[in-house]
């Protein structure tokens, strides 16, 4: 039970990462760079945090949040709350 709420607290916190790199950089086409620049950021406050590290290895932290993050990312797709810029015409 204290893994699952452990798990829950990081769910705002993955969702207003996710939400802020979109609004950052919403260039279609960059998912890996952004999963990317999430994923650094979130390194930069689990070594900072005595408690998360208590809780869980880098590795499972990552097995946890990057199928979480997918997720949010094709929910947000879905309903249309991440805004696509038009491609480029070819010439």
Do not use: C
């Not at 390194?43 to 408690?51: L, M, P, T, V």
């Amino acid at each position: 039970m204290k893994t699952l709420l452990a798990i829950l607290k990081l769910l705002p916190v993955v969702l207003d990462a996710v939400r802020a790199v979109e609004a950052a950089i919403p260039l279609p086409g960059q998912g890996t760079k952004k999963l990317d620049l999430i994923l650094e950021v979130l390194k930069s406050a689990y070594d900072a945090s005595s408690d998360l590290a208590k809780e869980f290895s880098w590795q499972k932290l990552v097995s946890i949040v990057v199928p979480m993050i997918a997720r949010i990312v094709d929910l947000h797709n879905e309903l249309g709350l991440f805004t696509k810029s038009p491609e480029p015409a070819k010439p």
